[in-house]
């Protein structure tokens, strides 16, 4: 998006843009948009929140397959019921459990230059445990979890243990 805005468009169309964000977070993204609305850029924003910059004049929402105008956001449909569906066959039974420990971290430190995002973590998730994470943007959840995953650079330079075993960097050899 910061590209999309660098390029000055005439036209924005973006989708669910306050996904992620925290109260301020949004705020800010409305003032943004309603600047831009002021140079005379366009906006097309895809939402199912509450939330919407001032700017916007314009409501409309997807009623069985047809585009439905709207007077004002106050006329939108909200809170219709979602269906529970069925789980899938392979999540209807619990998983067999390989290791006691599915994650352990020890001192985890993660910086970007001078600013450190992770201090000294120690964490653990046994088996059968549920967690839930949070903090605020730019807190370092993404970067925990990117960690977990393997997607970060500084995944191997870490002390970080996926069911029992270290998290090592794996060198594939050509035939």
Same mark, same amino acid.
């Given at each position: 998006? /910061?590209? #999309? ?24 993204? *409305?003032? /943004?948009?309603? !600047?831009? #609305? ?13 939330? !919407? ?30 269906? $529970?569906? =069925? ?28 600013? !450190? ?6 964490? =653990? ?32 330079? *870490? ?9 090592? $960097? $794996? ?5």
């Amino acid at each position: 998006m /910061v590209k #999309a805005l660098w390029l000055q468009p005439q036209l924005l169309i973006i989708d669910q843009p306050y996904t992620g964000l925290d109260v301020q977070s949004r705020k800010d993204l *409305n003032q /943004v948009f309603d !600047q831009l #609305a002021e140079k005379g850029v366009s906006l097309l924003l895809i939402s199912n929140d509450d939330e !919407q910059p001032d700017c916007i004049n314009r409501f409309a929402e997807i009623q069985d397959g047809k585009i439905v105008i709207r007077q004002n956001s106050g006329e939108i449909s909200k809170g219709i019921p979602r269906k $529970r569906k =069925e789980l899938p066959y392979f999540l209807q039974q619990s998983p067999k459990v390989s290791a006691p420990i599915m994650v352990k971290m020890k001192q985890i430190h993660i910086s970007y230059g001078e600013k !450190q995002v992770l201090k000294n973590i120690d964490w =653990e998730v046994k088996a059968g445990e549920k967690w839930l994470l949070q903090g605020h943007n730019g807190s370092g959840k993404s970067t925990l979890l990117s960690l977990i995953n393997g997607d970060h650079p500084q995944a191997y330079a *870490n002390d970080i243990y996926l069911l029992v075993k270290k998290r090592i $960097r $794996r060198k594939y050899l050509g035939n």
